[in-house]
């Protein structure tokens, strides 16, 4: 079991959501990060629900001793003081704290144990859904329980994720309302992750004007879904993320592929970034395989209490064996 | 840029939408309802999730979509989806306080429909809509179609707020909505339904198909009704329909 010591704002549980509702109106949700996931699942085995913070502070505290994966946007973090690698799967003794402070470098990191935290499933999921009323914000002296484990220490080599960069399109039902040199403008286009955005989307600001369709539509409400290029009714896009409305009446000129979404919701206000649009295959071949992981060996700096340690214990002579 | 309909057209990388109709059509959003139901109860290989709105079907599918597309459009032929009626359909009634404080823009609706107040709360009251579909916010349904006196344009300014259960009308729709919101459609009357409480057995009650009967009560008898529901659906019922 670990339990929360403190933590900051919009923290919750989140897994890969809940499929199966968009009929009745419910977005899948799940981690911000889907990558994330994979890292944790690589470091850990499949992990399920974890924790989500939106670089909020975050203090917990191990009742039984379990093996921690540290994922996404990397946070400042340190097991009783002593600072510990991201992404990486250390052990966090029994009654040990683990204190995550921001970075500043990306928005969402996730922590996970061993076969998930066993929190309360709804329609299938543990993810949080706070738009939708589902689950609540972590708080002080919540018990999140589990099945502390000990794995051996590791390391996950992550993919290049974090401060924006190019995010590749395909195109949707309404791409081709906008007229093709609005299309070129928006690919030629220089954006800027704004202030403005969390689990539902993120908006976009850019030099010049909005994007607009050929003529003012009034188009039929249809489907939406996690990362669609939404324009609104001032042409300014936000890429919708998974906690979107199922359904919308504003032009979507693309929609992000799946193995960029983690740089789209990764991006930091004030990121940079731009689109390109690519073919299905491209957007197929582009998924992401499963990240690389490797032994943790211990950085000797990173140890602040290097000499105190008993470095050579357990070497003997080979003389006084044979004596 | 004429297009023609029903259509298959990818939506991301991994799912396919049917469109029937590019605007609001009782015959198309009938056949969005009976092709969706279709794929349930006789399910295609690959596909993993369905879902139709107002004037399409969502697919969403695992492997190969130039085999399903296949099959999507072998259905889509064998019938005319409009007439086909879906299984496991409720009629649900779900009570309404029609006016007042309850439907604070019920006079001015009505008289842009040219009827009295009475008269209006008689047409919606008895008026048997099916649920178009279900969005903005989980198991809010966008529920019609009216007669065309009430095809009746969204105010240009926003209502600053209605109420979570408020029953709102414009152009033919009747929408309960799911959660306090400002909106451009016009409150006629007040429920107490929830279309979405986590902490029920059925966390959403409806599904695209079903029909809905919103009989009128007064004030007192809506919030008595509701209080005394131990299925927590504002006093609403519901019957299976053949």
Redesign the interface.
């Known amino acids: 079991m670990i339990e929360v010591l403190s933590c900051g704002p919009m923290v919750t549980i989140q897994d890969r959501g809940r499929a199966g509702y968009l009929t009745q109106g419910l977005a899948h949700g799940g981690a911000a990060d889907q990558h994330a996931l994979d890292d944790a699942d690589a470091l850990l085995g499949q992990v399920g629900a974890g924790i989500e913070t939106p670089g909020s502070p975050l203090c917990l505290r191990a009742h039984g001793a379990t093996t921690v994966a540290l994922t996404g946007a990397p946070m400042r973090a340190d097991m009783d003081g002593r600072a510990v690698a991201w992404n990486t799967a250390q052990t966090l003794e029994d009654q040990a704290t683990l204190n995550l402070r921001p970075s500043g470098q990306g928005v969402y990191s996730y922590v996970h144990v061993p076969g998930g935290f066993q929190t309360e499933t709804m329609l299938g999921s543990r993810a949080a859904h706070l738009i939708a009323n589902i689950g609540k914000p972590l708080t002080a002296g919540d018990r999140l329980p589990g099945m502390p484990q000990v794995l051996r220490p590791r390391k996950v080599t992550a993919s290049e994720r974090l401060g924006g960069g190019l995010l590749r399109l395909l195109p949707t039902p309404q791409t081709r309302l906008f007229p093709e040199a609005e299309l070129a403008r928006f690919a030629d286009t220089a954006f800027t992750r704004d202030m403005r955005g969390n689990r539902q989307g993120v908006r976009l600001s850019m030099n010049g004007p909005g994007f607009a369709t050929e003529a003012q539509l009034n188009l039929l409400s249809d489907f939406i879904l996690p990362g669609d290029v939404q324009m609104t009714g001032d042409g300014v896009p936000y890429i919708l993320g998974p906690e979107c409305q199922t359904t919308g009446g504003y032009p979507r000129i693309g929609t992000v592929i799946s193995a960029d979404m983690p740089r789209a919701m990764q991006a930091v206000p004030g990121a940079k970034l731009r689109f390109r649009f690519v073919t299905l295959a491209e957007a197929r071949a582009a998924r992401s395989k499963r990240p690389e992981v490797s032994p943790l060996v211990r950085d000797p700096s990173e140890i602040t209490d290097l000499l105190s340690l008993q470095l050579i214990g357990g070497v003997m002579s080979a003389r006084d064996g044979d004596s | ?1 004429s297009e023609h309909f029903p259509r298959i ?7 396919l ?1 049917l ?1 029937f ?4 059509d009782d015959r198309a959003n009938r056949a969005c309802v009976a092709f ?1 139901a279709g794929l349930e109860a006789e399910p295609i290989t690959g596909v ?9 079907v ?1 697919v ?1 599918y695992e492997g190969d ?1 130039e085999a399903l597309e296949a099959a999507l459009t072998d259905r889509l032929n064998a019938r005319d989806w409009s007439q086909i009626v879906p299984p496991a359909r409720r009629l649900w009634r779900i009570p309404c306080s029609y006016g007042g404080d309850d439907g604070p823009q019920l006079e001015e609706a009505a008289a842009m429909a040219g009827l009295s107040q009475a008269d209006a709360i008689a047409a919606l009251s008895s008026a048997r809509v099916r649920v178009l ?8 349904p966008y529920t019609g179609i009216l007669p065309p006196e009430w095809d009746l344009p969204r105010q240009t300014g926003l209502t600053p707020k209605v109420p979570e259960g408020a029953l709102v009308t414009a152009v033919r729709q009747l929408v309960l909505f ?1 959660t306090e919101a400002p909106t451009g459609w016009r409150q006629v009357g007040r429920t107490l339904f929830g279309c ?1 409480n ?1 902490s029920r057995d059925r ?2 009650a ?3 198909g079903d029909e809905v009967i919103f009989p009128a009560v007064s004030m007192s008898e809506l919030r008595d009704e509701a209080a005394a529901d131990p299925d927590r659906h504002g006093g609403a019922t519901f019957e299976v329909l053949p």
């Open positions: 840029m057209e990818p939506l991301g990388e991994a799912a939408l469109r109709a590019p605007t609001l969706r993993v999730e369905t879902a139709s709105s107002l004037g399409s969502l969403r979509p579909a279900l969005g903005f916010v989980p198991g809010m799911g979405f986590p966390p959403i409806l599904t695209p």
